[in-house]
């Protein structure tokens, strides 16, 4: 089927009338397209950090479980995806299945030696991890990093994080980091990383640095606040305090980073998933413009990843809403009126 949209486009407010012919929107007027939908289009939503296909931290990579939860971000209205670790190497339909999200990923996580969850990711010295992560990122585009972890760990060192860049950046790649703590977001904007995953604790000194390197910053923000008021109520220890201190500040921060020029990506990190609507929600509450952090669930992070938006020649994805979702973020809690109309998605690094 031959369909058609049209409607007022973000982020620019202009009318398209776009039509999909197989993967690729066009404007040329197809014989026998059929309208399906009207009013506000974005060029469908994006959840830069998830980790879809297991149940809890440690479980095996399960089909099932992935392509259930892929389908919750297709009801969201997610077209895109990118997964900054996955609990094992997908199949080969992930990310150009019609009909489920287009994807990025980096393959399992690499984290030191006695870090990280157990049965998940690879365990590396440090002379060890840029050979590591260049090999995923020569394979899939993206690696991953966990640069810190627990309360009083080592981050892994600047200059080992820089070597990891290097090697990763000369097979064609991007390095994300997880970060968590003071030490480990210093290490990753010094070496020049391509996303700092959540950044909490990060020192708002660093933003411009980030800003002109590229570095984009995932804060995960949602997420975060969902635990607060949980992690409050518990007993007294240095890691609530951390966690208690960090999360209260973390609003603020990505609101300078923002304000910095820092490219920000609306990302859930949780389950269940399709909850990228929330996060986008999140930011606007911190402090964001609702238009910006439309833009940091939708088209500046489909750009990041190397997507356009409605204009032809583009992958064919859409949302579509009643009204002006900046009016209303509040649209996003529900389906989309339209959600995909690409007919044969294609994986892209």
């Keep these: 089927m031959i369909v058609r949209v049209r409607g007022r486009a973000l982020p620019d407010d202009e009318y398209v009338d776009l039509y999909a012919d197989g993967d690729r929107w066009t404007s040329d007027p197809v014989p026998?397209?059929?309208?399906?939908?009207?009013?506000?289009?974005?060029?469908?939503?994006?959840?830069?950090?998830?980790?879809?296909?297991?149940?809890?931290?440690?479980?095996?990579?399960?089909?099932?479980?992935?392509?259930?939860?892929?389908?919750?971000?297709?009801?969201a209205g997610v077209t895109m995806i990118r997964s900054p670790g996955l609990p094992g190497e997908p199949p080969e339909w992930f990310g150009a299945e019609p009909g489920l999200p287009r994807a990025v990923h980096a393959g399992p996580w690499i984290a030191q030696h006695g870090e990280f969850f157990d049965g998940w990711g690879r365990r590396a010295t440090h002379a060890e991890l840029p050979a590591l992560a260049a090999e995923q990122a020569k394979r899939t585009g993206w690696a991953k990093i966990i640069a810190d972890w627990e309360t009083g760990d080592d981050a892994v060192p600047s200059d080992v994080l820089t070597a990891a860049v290097q090697a990763v950046h000369a097979v064609g790649g991007r390095l994300a980091v997880h970060s968590q703590?003071?030490?480990?977001g210093e290490a990753a904007v010094a070496a020049g990383v391509d996303s700092v995953e959540h950044g909490m604790w990060l020192d708002p000194g660093y933003l411009p640095d980030m800003a002109a390197r590229g570095t984009a910053l995932t804060p995960t923000l949602s997420v975060f606040q969902a635990a607060l008021g949980r992690v409050r109520n518990r007993e007294d220890t240095p890691r609530k305090r951390w966690f208690v201190s960090g999360a209260e500040a973390h609003p603020a921060l990505i609101v300078a980073a923002a304000e910095a020029g820092v490219k920000i990506l609306a990302g859930t990190d949780s389950r269940p998933h399709g909850g990228v609507g929330d996060e986008i929600r999140a930011l606007a509450e911190a402090g964001l413009r609702p238009h910006d952090a439309l833009a940091a669930g939708s088209w500046a992070a489909r750009e990041y990843l190397g997507l356009p938006g409605l204009v032809p020649g583009a992958p064919a994805d859409a949302v579509v809403y009643a009204e002006d979702p900046r009016e209303d973020l509040g649209q996003l809690a529900g389906a989309p009126r339209r959600g995909r109309f690409a007919g044969c998605p294609r994986q892209v690094s």
Excluded: Y
């Design 32 to 75: 026998g397209a059929e309208l399906v939908a009207g009013g506000w289009l974005l060029p469908g939503l994006v959840d830069a950090h998830t980790h879809p296909g297991a149940e809890e931290p440690g479980d095996p990579m399960d089909e099932e479980i992935l392509r259930a939860d892929l389908n919750r971000h297709v009801d």
């Design 181 to 184: 703590h003071a030490a480990g």
